[in-house]
C-alpha cells in the first residue's frame, strides 16, 4: 500500500518570503501522479500543482514549484513570494498511474498547516 | 456547470440516526468517490465509483453504504451513526488524473 507522509504540522512565514512544504511517500509503483492541494478556511480543496513521474521536469504554476526527487521518494513544494492568501492547509497525494477500470484513488499527507503573517 | 455539488453543508445526528449525504456533479465524470478528513489525518477514501451500477470499498467503508444509478449522482449512506463518524465529508469526480472536489459536509454525531 502507499502512504505519504507531510513531516511539517505547522509552518509560518512572513508576506513575500519563500517556503518550502516537505512531502515523502512510499510505493513500489514506477508510474504514478503526484498532486498538491490548497484548503483555505472555506473547506475548498484546490488543486495546486501536478506531477507525472515519468515526467523528469519539475512542474511548475505560476509562484509555486515542486521539487520532485524520484529515487528519494520526494516531493516538496515551493511557494515564492508568499502572499497572505496563501494561509491554508495544504496537502500532498498520491496517485496510481495504472488506472485499472478508471480507479482513480488519491492517497493523501496528514497535511501541513501554513501561516502567511503581514 | 456547477461542477461537484454537496447538500447539505451542515448536519447534526443522535447516534442510530441514519441519513444519506448527497452529491452530484455535471460534468459527465465517470469516476466519483467520497473521502472523510479528520484532524491530523488528511481524507481518506470511503467508498469509490467507476460507472454507474459499479461502486466498490476504499480504506475506511465500514458503517458507509453508497450505490450509482445515474453518472451524476453518488450518495453517501449512514445506516447508523456512530460519533466515530463525526467529520469532514468531501465527495469528488475526476476525469483521468484531477478530481474536482465539492465542497464538504461537516457531519457531528452526539
Known amino acids: 500500500a502507499q502512504t505519504v507522509t507531510q513531516s511539517q504540522p505547522e509552518m509560518s512565514v512572513q508576506e513575500a518570503e519563500t517556503v518550502t512544504l516537505s512531502c515523502t511517500y512510499d510505493t513500489s509503483e514506477s508510474n504514478y501522479y503526484l498532486f498538491w492541494y490548497k484548503q483555505p478556511p472555506s473547506r475548498q480543496m484546490i488543486l495546486v500543482i501536478r506531477?507525472?513521474?515519468?515526467?523528469?521536469q519539475n512542474a511548475t504554476e505560476n509562484r509555486f514549484s515542486v521539487n520532485f526527487q524520484k529515487a528519494a521518494k520526494s516531493f516538496s513544494l515551493k511557494i515564492s513570494d508568499s502572499q497572505l492568501g496563501d494561509t491554508a492547509m495544504y496537502f500532498c497525494a498520491f496517485m496510481k498511474g495504472l488506472v485499472i477500470q478508471g480507479a482513480q484513488k488519491l492517497v493523501f499527507g496528514q497535511g501541513t498547516r501554513l501561516t502567511i503573517n503581514p | 456547470n456547477a461542477g461537484v455539488t454537496q447538500t447539505p453543508k451542515f448536519q447534526v445526528l443522535k447516534t442510530g440516526q441514519s441519513m444519506t449525504l448527497q452529491c452530484a456533479q455535471d460534468m459527465n465524470h465517470e469516476y466519483m468517490s467520497w473521502y472523510r478528513q479528520d484532524p491530523g489525518m488528511g481524507l481518506r477514501l470511503i467508498h469509490y465509483s467507476v460507472g454507474a451500477g459499479i461502486t466498490d470499498q476504499g480504506e475506511v467503508p465500514n458503517g458507509y453504504n453508497v450505490s450509482r444509478s445515474t453518472t451524476e449522482d453518488f450518495p453517501l449512506r449512514l445506516l447508523s451513526a456512530a460519533p466515530s463518524q463525526t467529520s469532514v465529508y468531501f465527495c469528488a469526480s475526476s476525469r483521468r488524473d484531477e478530481q474536482y472536489f465539492g465542497p464538504g459536509t461537516r457531519l457531528t454525531v452526539t
Open positions: 506531477q507525472e513521474a515519468y515526467k523528469q
